[in-house]
């Protein structure tokens, strides 16, 4: 045991010194939570630095303002895409919407939008900008190539695909927005954007913010995934009997609407907000019990025949489970 | 066998491999390209799961980076990948069986359902969904045998030395996995037993 | 024979893995009994539907994943491979034992041949099952090693959405935390951590699978620039 803590420690040193430039520190700190965190401590440090740095350059360029070039041009490429094939986009800042109702196609339209306070640079961004669009075997491949320079860069995207389409959406900051599809997987991962999905039947939805909201309304799906980080989440949709339902965020409120009669088994539990259920729930009894003076942060039981599974949870923000109007 | 990769000759999976493990990164995206679909697709009904699928899919092709300089052509590179993969999945089931007691064994132990009145199922009758969910279902043991039996197309001599069981007990595995996916498509109808939703257990 | 003698052999009997007396026997109890028929034609239907499931494809965000922890694999083994060639060998060294993001199903890579000196990465880690949290704790230091040295290739709106995302998912772990520490027993508090730091990991992940984009796209743009150069 000996031995291995002081590998540990002369591992954990070498980590120090790769992350610290100036580390004086040849201390042999037996603790290794003490130098994972200082470790830590130093990249959350450089990350703030490169955060600020990015937020003083876009005040400077914004400070600027009048004279401030602004180009557009548009892109349009449309390309085949089979049936239950899969539209897979990878984007930056840019709103991306996608449709169904399309033929056996994938219609891909955007436009690149670049500003700048000199017109110059504003114009050989433009040019490295670049949408590459690729057609695997019947699927398809949609990637954004943004410029590393100072000008300020946006794609925004309007695609119209066949209804049965599997999607993998991705973008940095742009909001992504689906509506009319029925395809088998819909994947949707952003960091600030926000995901609105509407009228929509999925066998599995698995959808990702950090900071956007979350707006499912009229869906049908068996399985369905929906995490922020501080967003707020809302799903309005049928049940399916043997479906799971997962919706999880820190920050946010959670909103869920089943339609029709449902059955479930629901989960609700928050750390600090409020619940509320518009449904009456069969409370297994020793929760029932529990509940003494304590304002319930924690909802187990069952909504008439269970068959679906249902957990929703919040840390800071409230749970509603409401009918529809 | 059924879920034979597209072919490829010795001497291409060698050089394939040498590239590999010389670091090359276009080498190892192009063995993904070449084999990642079959695996997944194994992977995902052993396992019973898309998201362990991911994760095993991605450990299959770490240690496959890790140990492909090692690949000497004994094999093809797909069946040395293919090997990999189950046995991968056979070391997660046993790991989870220990955690998890399956409830699903005391249902319906011997699945003689309905009588003679209900109607044959026909083969193209049968919901691809349906029949995916239902394989889902199946205890881990007899749901292994039938992927790798009926799916996968291997003989049960074949099974029986991937798992490590007797020919019997893979024959008498894929009638039970059979037998229970007929209750369960012919039950299709009435609600599924309390037990089997709360065994749906985390997504 | 009767059903209960019958409908074990079965399995067999459409399989056509029986012997001829055996296969004769069944015969002759299907010819008068309806119900096995009917049984015998349901595990014929299964077997064939069982082999015309069609084959799936996996995520692509699955190989995004893959590249991204092979390249950390291979950075930590100190390899001079194609996609960072260009980067000095020291940092890299002195950061050999990090391993690939294989934290989520458990397994740990052991450096490649570095003899005795370098410290096996599987002493270091406690197991996933007795500290779960402690495993995710050094998978984020990890990856943020890998990622902060190499932000600079990712243009800085992309670079800012990142980290600002970051520091969001580090409050929600400090929030999280704070409250374990008050209410040791408290799920939702629980829950909050562990789904902050999955996010966190996924993220991180996330952003090396866009500077490995990044590269590439850079490489590819730089060779098309230098083909028209040389035309």
Known sequence: ?325 | MRGAATPSSPAADLELAQRCGRGDPDAFEQLYRAHAGRLYTLIVRMVASAETAEDLLQEVFLTAYRKVGNFRGDSSLGTWLYRMAVNHCLDYLRGRQSKMARTTDSIDEDGMVEPAAVAPLVASAISRLDLERAIERLPDGCRTAFVLHDVEGFQHHEIATMLGISEGTSKSQVHKARMKLRAFLKGAMSAPPRALSAQAGRV | MNCSTCQPLLSAYVDEAMRAEESAAVDEHLRGCAACRVVAQDLASIRVAGGSLEPLIPPAHVWHRIAAAAETQTRASGFHAGWFAWRPLAAVAMTAVLAAGLWRVGTLLQPAGDGDSTPQLADVVPAAESDPEAHYTLAIARLEEVTTADQDVLDQETAGAINAGLTVIDEAITESRAALRTEPQSESAQESLFAALRRKVALLQEMLALINEMRKGNQEGAARILSEINR
Not at chain 1, 42 to 61: V, Y
Not at chain 1, 75 to 103: A, C, E, H, I
Not at chain 1, 124 to 139: L, Q
Not at chain 1, 213 to 221: C, G, T, V
């Open chain 1, 1 to 325: 045991m000996n031995g291995t803590a002081r590998r540990v420690a002369v591992f954990l040193t070498c980590v120090a010194i790769a992350s610290s430039a100036a580390a004086q520190d040849t201390n042999r700190n037996q603790d290794t939570n003490t130098n994972v965190e200082r470790a830590r401590a130093k990249t959350e440090a450089a990350r703030r630095a490169a955060q600020a740095k990015a937020e003083s350059a876009q005040r400077r360029s914004a400070a600027r303002g009048r004279g401030q070039a602004d180009i557009s041009e548009a892109f349009s490429q449309t390309v085949r895409l089979v049936p239950g094939g899969t539209l897979d986009l990878l984007s930056g800042t840019g709103d991306v919407t996608v449709s169904g109702g399309g033929g056996q196609e994938a219609r891909i339209e955007a436009i690149k939008r670049v500003r700048d306070t000199v017109a110059g640079r504003a114009r050989t961004a433009i040019n490295e900008v670049r949408i590459d669009v690729a057609e695997r075997g019947g699927n398809v491949e949609v990637r954004t190539i943004q410029p590393r320079g100072p000008s300020r860069v946006t794609v925004e995207y309007r695609i119209r695909v066949p209804d049965n389409t599997n999607l993998i959406l991705r973008s940095t900051s742009g909001n992504l927005h689906v509506q009319n599809m029925a395809g088998d997987e819909l994947s949707a991962n952003t960091i600030s954007g926000r995901i609105t999905l509407r009228d929509l039947t999925s066998r599995m939805l698995d959808l990702h913010s950090v900071m956007g909201d979350m707006l499912l309304h009229d869906i049908e799906a068996r399985r369905a995934f929906v995490q922020s980080t501080s967003g707020n989440l809302e799903y309005a949709g049928r049940l399916l009997p043997t479906g799971r339902y997962q919706l999880q965020t820190h920050r946010g409120n959670i909103r869920f609407v089943p339609s029709g009669e449902p059955g479930f088994d629901l989960e609700a539990m928050t750390y600090s907000g409020d619940l509320r259920t518009d449904f009456v729930l069969k409370m297994p009894e020793p929760l029932a019990r529990r509940q003494g003076r304590r304002p319930m942060k924690m909802l187990r039981g069952t909504v008439g025949n269970a068959g679906a599974l249902v957990t929703a949870s919040t840390f800071s923000g409230n749970v509603v489970i409401v009918k529809p109007e």
